[in-house]
């Protein structure tokens, strides 16, 4: 068996549920880990320590007496400190809502709760999502674990940097325009950001009502599937819920991609923000790997990342405006400078811009839905360049924009992004897969074969 | 954008509190938005609809 810091959430709740190990066992290590290495990389906002060993124990008796909650019993799982965990405050990283303790848990963490998952605590994230990495707020950023100097990306911070650290096997993120897909690809784990309307909103703080996205992140394929068939559900309390089948999102992910058919969005890294060499290289590796596993690849074109960007950046900021104006009038030194430089922007768009953006996005989803019909799965970058130095702010800021995560948040489809290999520097390059509506299994298989062939489950951060 | 005009659309928008203690950060935010709006290529088909908001495009 794995170091116990290192079973994924697979490998745990099946080991805890053959009493191999005890929940208790488990969380005593991961808190340990924790207390040595988040000095470090500072992934969590608030650690529940007390609480989450409570519920080990709690756990461990329930299973000896033969009740089991349901597939993640006494698997430890991070939130994303903008997602409601009940009694615990939801700060967004910001002086703004220091205070803000909810009553209840938001839908997603009480389905976690009822597949017997253990909340461990509330993660760093960039200030309400959008303002970071930000040394002026009342936490310090969570850092890389691949190297400390190092972005782990975001919003989702430190969701991506915990678990690439060994701190824990899953945890919950959001993504508006790439917050999960960003940690995943900078920390070299898996990320997804299912089909708009998979997963409930409620109690998630929201940044943009039509782009945000809520998903899990997992250190393998599979965790993801596990973690997504716990939390996916139609929500008739969120207005953006979908009412459509969920569940089985690991049936077919040892299927391979025999007769697949993958369209490579080339022009994305090629022309529309030319890649880094690195990038470019496990980009190909990728393609290449696939189809020597049997998949068909064919060259797609979209419209470009300028143009999804623009449309992504109209909606989003138009729709935080509308959430932080309020604050903005009465408390703007309460943001850090990045958050509130972002969020201000909203305030310098019109009725008539949002209108055009929405308009422009339902013509975007049309030309991806027609790309969809002739290829299974898109791949395509993720990120453009190797995760930045976290204290160079003018390369952070360089690199940010450089991806192509925010189309799919336009768009709505279903989004993974995932480790392609290592820079010469020893840090994450990234790939990203795209797939129809609600058809996350097939994402998940070519996920996999890639995982298996690259071997990407098996590397973790040296230092760590 | 013209500082003057940005200075009339952040009042206008109640800014004024932000415009006092934060000139450069208003003057970038309203700089972030005109270059995202010039980016964007509206439809010319006037009768181009929006995206309903709230729904996935599995049905279009």
């Known amino acids: 068996m794995s170091e116990l810091h290192w079973l994924t959430a697979t490998e745990a709740a099946r080991a805890i549920a053959a009493r191999e190990v005890s929940p208790v066992e488990l969380m005593t290590a991961l808190l340990e880990r924790i207390g040595r290495l988040d000095p470090k990389l500072n992934v969590f906002i608030r650690l529940d320590a007390e609480a989450a060993m409570d519920a080990a124990r709690a756990a461990e008796a329930e299973i000896a007496a033969g009740r089991v909650r349901g597939p993640l019993h006494g698997v430890p799982v991070g939130i994303k400190d903008i997602i409601d965990v009940a009694g615990l405050p939801t700060t967004c990283h910001s002086k703004i809502l220091i205070d803000n303790v909810p009553a209840a848990d938001a839908v997603c963490v009480a389905r976690l709760r009822g597949a017997g998952a253990i909340v461990l605590g509330k993660l760093s994230t960039h200030e309400f999502a959008i303002g970071g990495p930000s040394f002026d707020l009342p936490w310090p950023p969570a850092r890389n674990p691949w190297n400390p100097d190092h972005h782990p990306g975001g919003s989702s911070s430190g969701s991506g940097s915990g678990i690439a650290a060994g701190l824990f096997p899953m945890a919950l993120g959001s993504d508006t325009g790439g917050s999960i897909r960003n940690p995943a690809s900078a920390c070299g784990i898996v990320g997804l950001k299912p089909t708009y309307g998979l997963v409930s909103r409620r109690g998630v703080f929201p940044l943009s009502f039509t782009l945000d996205h809520v998903g899990p992140l997992t250190r393998t394929v599979a965790d993801n599937a596990l973690m997504l068939d716990v939390i996916a559900s139609h929500d008739p309390l969120d207005p953006g819920s979908a009412a459509a089948p969920t569940g089985r999102y690991a049936s077919g992910l040892e299927r391979g991609v025999r007769g697949l058919r993958i369209g490579f969005v080339r022009h994305f890294h090629e022309t529309d923000l030319p890649a880094h060499p690195e990038v470019t290289v496990g980009l190909q590796n990728v393609a290449r790997s696939l189809q020597g596993l049997g998949a068909e690849i064919r060259d797609v074109n979209l419209p470009t990342l300028g143009e999804f960007g623009a449309v992504n950046r109209v909606i989003l900021q138009s729709e935080a405006w509308a959430i932080h104006g309020p604050w903005l009038r009465e408390r703007p030194g309460d943001y850090g400078q990045l958050a509130r430089r972002r969020l201000l922007a909203g305030a310098f768009i019109s009725a008539g811009d949002y209108v055009q953006a929405a308009r422009r996005r339902l013509q975007m989803i049309a030309e991806v839905e027609a790309a969809l019909r002739e290829v299974d799965v898109l791949l395509c970058a993720s990120a453009m360049d190797p995760p930045s130095r976290i204290d160079d702010a003018a390369e952070t800021e360089r690199t940010y924009p450089r991806q192509a995560r925010t189309p799919f948040n336009v768009t709505g489809h279903p989004a993974l992004a995932m480790m392609a290999g290592l820079s010469s520097n020893g840090l994450p390059l990234s790939v990203q897969l795209v797939g129809r509506n609600f058809a996350e299994a097939t994402l998940f298989q070519v996920a996999r074969a890639w995982e298996r062939a690259g071997g990407t489950d098996e590397k973790h951060p040296p230092a760590m | ?60």
């Open chain 2, 1 to 60: 954008m013209d500082r003057a005009v940005i200075e009339v659309l952040a009042r206008r928008a109640g800014l004024d509190k932000a415009l006092a203690e934060f000139p450069e950060d208003v003057a970038a935010a309203a700089e972030q938005a005109s270059g995202a709006i010039a980016r964007m290529k509206a439809p010319t088909d006037p009768r181009a609809e929006p995206w309903p908001p709230m729904r996935t495009g599995a049905g279009l």
